[in-house]
Each structure stands twice: as structure tokens, then as C-alpha cells.
């Protein structure tokens, strides 16, 4: 099972920017597509965007042209950089890895076993 560090949350005003970065613990993650969901208090645990091997992007409605998913193999980490942040994306942020295509993340985000799971990095906007 894949092990994974997020980092970078933080709060900020709308408007604002944040990166989130997410460490696995050895480069096979290289093997598995990775992504991020996340989940606010109450509601259940959604994809936010996710990267395959080939470097397919695939994104949730919500955040298209606001966030930016990426990953850098010589440094093991995959990235999320959030811009014009809103107050409805304040969450608790996950870092997950799995085999499972990335296009299919955001309907089994909630039934599906995923490999692995970082321990979450809260990102909170206010208005």
C-alpha cells in the first residue's frame, strides 16, 4: 500500500491561492494514477482532480480552470494549485494513489477502496 504526505493547506481570504503538495513514500507511486478529493463537514468525500500515468488530467466541475493538478517525478510529489479559491472549497484535502482510471474517481468516491491515503491537510477560505 502506497503511504502519502499532504501539505500545504492553510487559510486564506477568497480570491486567494494555495499549493497543496503530496509526498508518496516511495516511487512506485509512479505505477498508479494519483489525485485528490476532498470533504467539508457534513457533506461526503468528492474527487477534485486527478492525474493518470500518461499525464491525463481529468477535474470536478467545481474547480475547472481554478485548480491545476500536476506531478514532478524527479522530486515524488504531485501537486494541486488552487487559485480564486471560494469559501465552498474549504475542506479537509486528500491525497489518494490507486490503479483505477483517473476518469473514474469522482463517481466512486465515496464506495471504492482506494490504495492509498494521505493523512488530509485542511484548507479553509473565508469570505
Known amino acids: 500500500q502506497v503511504q502519502l504526505v499532504e501539505s500545504g493547506g492553510g487559510s486564506v481570504q477568497a480570491g486567494g491561492s494555495l499549493r497543496l503538495s503530496c509526498t508518496p513514500s516511495d516511487p512506485t507511486y509512479r505505477s498508479y494514477c494519483m489525485g485528490w478529493f476532498r470533504q467539508a463537514p457534513g457533506k461526503k468525500r468528492e474527487g477534485v482532480a486527478t492525474i493518470d500515468t500518461d499525464g491525463t488530467t481529468n477535474y470536478a466541475d467545481s474547480v475547472k480552470g481554478r485548480f491545476t493538478i500536476s506531478k514532478d517525478n524527479a522530486k515524488n510529489t504531485l501537486y494541486l494549485q488552487m487559485n480564486s479559491l471560494k469559501p465552498e472549497d474549504t475542506a479537509m484535502y486528500y491525497c489518494?494513489?490507486?490503479?483505477?482510471?483517473?476518469?473514474?474517481?469522482?463517481?466512486?468516491?465515496?464506495?471504492?477502496?482506494?490504495?492509498?491515503w494521505g493523512q488530509g491537510t485542511q484548507v479553509t477560505v473565508s469570505a
Open positions: 489518494a494513489a490507486d490503479s483505477l482510471p483517473g476518469a473514474l474517481w469522482f463517481k466512486y468516491a465515496t464506495t471504492y477502496e482506494f490504495n492509498g
